[in-house]
């Protein structure tokens, strides 16, 4: 049997994901996903321009928000002293957003040794995708800083036959003891993909080529596959970084539009309606 087996939000865009027992759901993703971001004066940061946000621990509650770094700095601050701030651009769009201010700002340049504002998406405002791989979201509305498509599915049969040819070469490379390559072969982890949801049961990469998937009572419809970048090589919890994963994906699985260099491993999709998921919710692909 299919099914969700975890979910994962990403309170801040490119922080450590948060595991959680159950979600909302709306068509802009799930609730609470991404709804912050850190800028600098050239924009939205993440993590190919600061990998170490990688470690940025994000913990929300009624009383507002927990920031933690590498288990070392802390702070906390209620959303109800949020400030005005000007808007956004977030993949050519004006976002309307407020500020946590001045001292968590004061508390990141501390942490990350630049200056950095955190900001929140203040109303949703309309994509403008006409004429890309994303076009059947262009007219829709985004209330976050998602990567254009609100969810990421990823799923557990295609992270095990990923990292079975990853086993194969390495023990095909140390066979050459004249070279290193099976260095850096280490098997990949889940938590590398940034998913939003994590389901088993179904044939490898089924999440890049089914429709629809069904979970539990809501519909989600597959927009693209998604394709990789460089940060999918980052230990999401570690100092060390890898070829893998993309050089085994760019082996087999480099059949994407090319968005984004073509190399895909999961899905992005969009629920079509409104409710919520929870871990264990039975999966069906169409």
């Not at 389901?199 to 990789?228: M, N, Y």
């Not at 994906?249 to 260099?261: F, I, M, N, T």
């Not at 899905?267 to 079509?272: I, L, T």
Request: glycine share 10%; proline share 5%; with cysteine.
């Amino acid at each position: 049997m299919a099914r969700l087996e975890t979910i994962y939000r990403y309170p801040i865009k490119g922080c450590r994901g948060e595991r959680v027992e159950a979600a909302d759901v709306t068509t802009g993703g799930l609730v609470g996903d991404r709804q912050w971001v850190l800028v600098n004066a050239q924009g939205i940061v993440n993590q190919k321009v600061m990998p170490a946000l990688r470690f940025l621990e994000v913990f929300e509650s009624s009383q507002g928000l927990t920031l933690n770094f590498a288990g070392s700095s802390e702070i906390h601050f209620d959303e109800s002293a949020i400030e005005p701030t000007g808007p956004i651009k977030s993949i050519g769009r004006d976002v309307p957003c407020v500020s946590a201010g001045s001292v968590v700002s004061e508390w990141l340049l501390q942490v990350f040794g630049q200056p950095l504002q955190l900001v929140k998406a203040a109303e949703a405002t309309l994509l403008h995708l006409e004429g890309t791989p994303f076009q059947s979201l262009h007219g829709s509305t985004q209330p976050a800083f998602v990567d254009i498509a609100p969810i990421l599915i990823v799923s557990l049969a295609s992270l095990a036959d990923l990292n079975d040819r990853i086993a194969e070469s390495s023990q095909a490379d140390a066979v050459d003891v004249s070279r290193s390559a099976a260095q850096g072969r280490e098997a990949v982890q889940v938590e590398q993909f940034r998913p939003n949801l994590v389901i088993s049961g179904l044939s490898p990469f089924a999440e890049e080529s089914a429709a629809t998937l069904q979970i539990g009572d809501l519909t989600f419809s597959r927009v693209v596959a998604c394709e990789r970048c460089s940060v999918t090589t980052f230990d999401p919890f570690g100092e060390q970084r890898s070829k893998e994963p993309l050089r085994t994906l760019s082996q087999y699985r480099k059949d994407g539009v090319g968005y984004a260099g073509g190399v895909t491993f999961g899905g992005y999709f969009v629920p079509d309606g409104v409710g919520s998921v929870s871990l264990g919710d039975e999966i069906s692909a169409s």
